[in-house]
T-cell receptor
Framework: KQEVTQIPAALSVPEGENLVLNCSFT??????LQWFRQDPGKGLTSLLL?????REQTSGRLNASLDKSSGRSTLYIAASQPGDSATYLC???????????FGAGTQVVVTP | EAGVAQSPRYKIIEKRQSVAFWCNPI?????LYWYQQILGQGPKLLIQ????????DSQLPKDRFSAERLKGVDSTLKIQPAKLEDSAVYLC????????????FGEGSWLTVV
């Protein structure tokens, strides 16, 4: 059974620092991995989708890497801003129907 | 492009009562998901539809939860009777279909059972 873990559960950084968020999974037989952002009282917003054949994806200040063999993904957010404060969740796609297995998330606070 | 619509946004009910949530996915999306997110946890898949058919409902508590997707578009999730542990956010999501496609979430329906 796939298990997805995100450590740390919470993180606080001063504005301008780079953020590094970690995600680990136990079963390397995945189709893809997706990073989401969740603001308080809101649904999830997709940030980046990495297919299993890819090593990384980039969008603006965001970069996500994937190492299937070690069961790890890392989300980098460059030059953090207070608007980046949110909970970030990673989710692993483990079957052909697109079903996702989520981690519990990392709550990020960026202080001005 | 309109996103995934859900209603009601908030609901408070007493235990043993019933509640229903409605979801309208993004137009043209064949796959529809219902997730349950308990405070402090990641979302857990309850049921997944591909068009009208159920693909996965292995984690749906079928003695109290039911879901249907009408004509392959809108969907309703019903809980009857509700328990205290059903207090959670119920997230509807949709995608074009299959693996490798981005999944889009609605803002969720917040349920409190007292």
């Amino acid at each position: 059974k796939q298990e997805v873990t995100q450590i740390p559960a919470a993180l606080s950084v001063p504005e301008g620092e780079n953020l590094v968020l970690n995600c680990s999974f136990t079963d390397s037989a995945i189709y893809n991995l997706q990073w989401f952002r969740q603001d308080p009282g809101k649904g999830l917003t997709s940030l980046l989708l990495i297919q299993s054949s890819q090593r990384e994806q980039t969008s603006g200040r965001l970069n996500a890497s994937l190492d299937k063999s070690s069961g790890r993904s890392t989300l980098y957010i460059a030059a953090s801003q207070p608007g980046d404060s949110a909970t970030y969740l990673c989710a692993v796609g483990g079957d052909s129907w697109g079903k996702l297995q989520f981690g519990a998330g990392t709550q990020v606070v960026v202080t001005p | 492009e309109a996103g995934v619509a859900q209603s009601p946004r908030y609901k408070i009910i007493e235990k043993r009562q019933s509640v229903a949530f409605w979801c309208n996915p993004i137009s043209g999306h064949a796959t529809l998901y219902w997730y349950q997110q308990i405070l402090g946890q990641g979302p857990k898949l309850l049921i997944q539809f591909q068009n009208n058919g159920v693909v996965d409902d292995s984690q749906l508590p079928k003695d109290r939860f039911s879901a249907e997707r009408l004509k392959g578009v809108d969907s309703t999730l019903k809980i009857q009777p509700a328990k205290l542990e059903d207090s959670a956010v119920y997230l509807c999501a949709s995608s074009i279909g299959g693996r490798g496609n981005t999944i889009y979430f609605g803002e969720g329906s917040w349920l409190t059972v007292v």
